[in-house]
């Protein structure tokens, strides 16, 4: 079965794409990558994701014109998955750009993503996967993190000792698989959400690519320790966080808060050394001897640098390249097994890791033209019927 995985993240620098055939063999499922590609938003689009996010405000009208607007660019995305698999797959997955994340007293009461799922189904002609986070919800669970259901999978039968599985993306999370424990997955604090901020305020640009300004720079510890303060780091899982918590307004409330100007490149060494702690000290406390990490913060080199260096003699630090998963195009392999899982109605949210009361099949479908084009074993399919002409109605 082929499907193609779409992702855009809390950075919404631009999608994803995925392709992977899946087989099942017992108890082992075997995928084969087919290909992956990221297509960058433009700068309108950038903007007008930016406009509906917290803490700005924003209207009805807006988010409509969003979502019809984003519907269309994930279905060019899906096009090109589809391209990718030589023009023909079984499905989609496209989980949106998430736009809120609603959490009160540490319950999610709900999330929203943006991506008219309809106008990608019309483009690809397959059904389409979409709102993979709200089943979760529904059941009691934070909706995310959902990348961990993938990481469990891809670190079994590792050996007794705890290993974890790293996303650095807008969002630093964490899975760590342990033989004889459940899983536990979290969001950890912010990747690149606060390093972003920093370089659209701070430079006019979209991020400090290779970490250059950060490199330049040194830690500036009352900004450092006045970050660190933040409650989120010490509260336990589950939890979840985003764009609602780690936004440009929460840096320049930091920023103020130190009294007097921090050089630039200093903002940025102290955004980086706090991504690099919290997510050293959350390794260290979970005892793992082994980090895999993917998101696009491992092409980060002075971000990667200093985590190799806070965990050197503690956990050995790897990319999922050498476990034959793009690092850049993880996510979106993740989501493409949750489709995978979907359709063969099997729960994509581990319990362990959302707090969720149950574990949950994931997602809509959309289906792609007439009912009676879907093939066997398609969400929805049966026998084929003529399309009414008329209703009646019996005593």
């Known amino acids: 079965m082929k499907i193609v995985g779409l992702m855009s993240g809390t950075s919404y620098d631009g999608v994803d794409v995925a392709v992977a055939e899946f087989t099942a063999e017992g108890d082992t499922l075997w995928l084969r990558p087919l290909g992956h590609r990221g297509l960058d938003h433009d700068d309108e689009l950038r903007a007008a994701i930016a406009a509906v996010l917290p803490p700005t405000t924003t209207t009805i009208e807006a988010v409509c014109r969003l979502d019809n607007r984003l519907g269309e660019v994930f279905a060019e995305a899906a096009a090109v998955g589809v391209a990718l698999a030589g023009g023909d797959v079984d499905g989609v997955v496209s989980p949106g750009q998430t736009v809120f994340h609603w959490v009160e007293d540490r319950r999610t009461r709900g999330t929203l993503q943006l991506g008219s799922v309809a106008r990608v189904a019309a483009r690809v002609g397959v059904p389409v996967l979409s709102d993979l986070r709200s089943a979760d919800v529904a059941a009691g669970g934070q909706g995310a993190p959902l990348v961990p259901a993938f ?5 079994a039968g590792g050996g007794a000792a705890p290993r974890a599985a790293l996303n650095l993306g807008g969002i630093a999370n964490l899975t760590v698989v342990a033989a004889g424990a459940p899983v536990l997955g979290y969001d950890v ?3 690149n959400a606060l390093l972003d901020a920093a370089a659209r305020r701070l430079l006019d640009a979209a991020c400090d690519r290779d970490g250059a300004r950060a490199a330049a720079g040194r830690v500036h510890d009352a900004l450092l320790a006045e970050l660190l ?11 979840s966080t985003g764009k609602e918590l780690f936004h440009a307004r929460y840096l320049d409330e930091r920023l103020a808060a130190v009294g007097g100007p921090v050089p630039a490149d200093d903002v940025f060494a102290t955004l980086t ?4 702690r919290v ?3 959350a390794c260290d406390r979970h005892r793992v001897v082994e980090v895999v990490a993917a998101g696009g913060g491992v092409r980060n080199p002075t971000l990667w640098r200093r985590l190799a260096a806070l965990g050197a003699g503690r956990w ?8 034959g998963i793009p690092a850049e195009a993880k996510e979106a392999y993740a989501f493409a097994l949750l489709g995978w ?4 109605g099997l729960p994509g949210a581990l319990p362990s890791v959302t707090g969720a009361t149950r574990a949950a099949v994931l997602g809509s479908w959309t289906p792609a033209g007439p009912p009676y084009r879907a093939g066997p074993g398609a969400p929805g399919a049966g026998p084929r019927i003529m399309p009414p002409r ?3 109605v019996r005593d």
């Open 151 to 155: 990481d469990a999978l891809l670190l």
């Open 189 to 191: 604090g912010p990747a």
């Open 229 to 239: 303060a933040e409650p989120y780091y010490a509260a336990p899982p589950p939890k």
């Open 273 to 276: 050394e706090l991504t690099a």
């Open 279 to 281: 997510v050293a000290d």
């Open 316 to 323: 050995r630090l790897r990319t999922t390249d050498e476990l």
């Open 341 to 344: 899982l979907s359709w063969h």
């Open 390 to 392: 008329r209703l009646r």
